[in-house]
T-cell receptor
Framework: NAGVTQTPKFRVLKTGQSMTLLCAQD?????MYWYRQDPGMGLRLIHY???????AKGEVPDGYNVSRLKKQNFLLGLESAAPSQTSVYFC???????????FGSGTQLSVL | KQEVTQIPAALSVPEGENLVLNCSFT??????LQWFRQDPGKGLTSLLL?????REQTSGRLNASLDKSSGRSTLYIAASQPGDSATYLC??????????FGQGTELSVKP
């Protein structure tokens, strides 16, 4: 039972490049989330999904897109990376929204 | 808008001491509150989840309480050990279902 798996673990991009972060969970969770964690800012919700085929905006959605084509996968895309998107990105999943969250180990992204 | 605050930002204690970490939130219409542990370079691990109808939850040496009327939650760690050193975050789930995190308390337990 792997839990929540994020790939890649590290990535360096140049400004304007695009990339996709993949999150996979094997716990049959309905809810999935993407957070970013920045020093002094805490964890902030980017986008989330309450089920296959659904997505919704969080606190800081600008510059990101997401897709949930399969229940077990939640993809986070950066179409044109900016230095302000340098951060550690975490994916999480849960059963219905009032249950505890399970987190992946994070992706450290640097945009130069 | 829900805001979650954790004070202090950092705490250092000697091994064996009992300690309390504090979390305050502004919106009393909270569905649940979770405490997480984060080790350096790692993801978050959920420690305890308190539903709005509950007053406290216990797991081993950890006890978390929730007082909605005062907008406060505490995490009590008994007989602290060096392995407890980590950053502890609380997160409240309010209206709309969004989970709002505090900025964490970095705990260091000295041998």
């Amino acid at each position: 039972n792997a839990g929540v798996t994020q790939t890649p673990k590290f990535r360096v991009l140049k400004t304007g490049q695009s990339m996709t972060l993949l999150c996979a969970q094997d716990m049959n969770h309905e809810y999935m989330y993407w957070y970013r964690q920045d020093p002094g800012m805490g964890l902030r919700l980017i986008h989330y999904s309450v089920g296959e085929g659904t997505t919704a905006k969080g606190e800081v959605p600008d510059g990101y897109n997401v897709s949930r084509l399969k229940k077990q996968n939640f993809l986070l895309g950066l179409e044109s990376a900016a230095p302000s998107q340098t951060s550690v990105y975490f994916c999480a999943s849960s059963y219905p929204s009032n249950e505890k969250l399970f987190f992946g180990s994070g992706t450290q992204l640097s945009v130069l | 808008k829900q805001e979650v605050t954790q004070i202090p930002a950092a705490l250092s204690v000697p091994e064996g001491e009992n300690l309390v970490l504090n979390c305050s939130f502004t919106d009393s219409a909270i569905y649940n509150l979770q405490w997480f542990r984060q080790d350096p370079g790692k993801g978050l691990t959920s420690l305890l989840l308190i539903q709005s109808s509950q007053r406290e939850q216990t797991s081993g040496r950890l006890n978390a309480s929730l007082d909605k009327s005062s907008g406060r939650s505490t995490l009590y760690i008994a007989a602290s050990q060096p392995g407890d050193s980590a950053t502890y975050l609380c997160a409240g789930r309010g209206g709309g279902g969004k989970l709002i995190f505090g900025q964490g308390t970095e705990l260091s337990v000295k041998p």
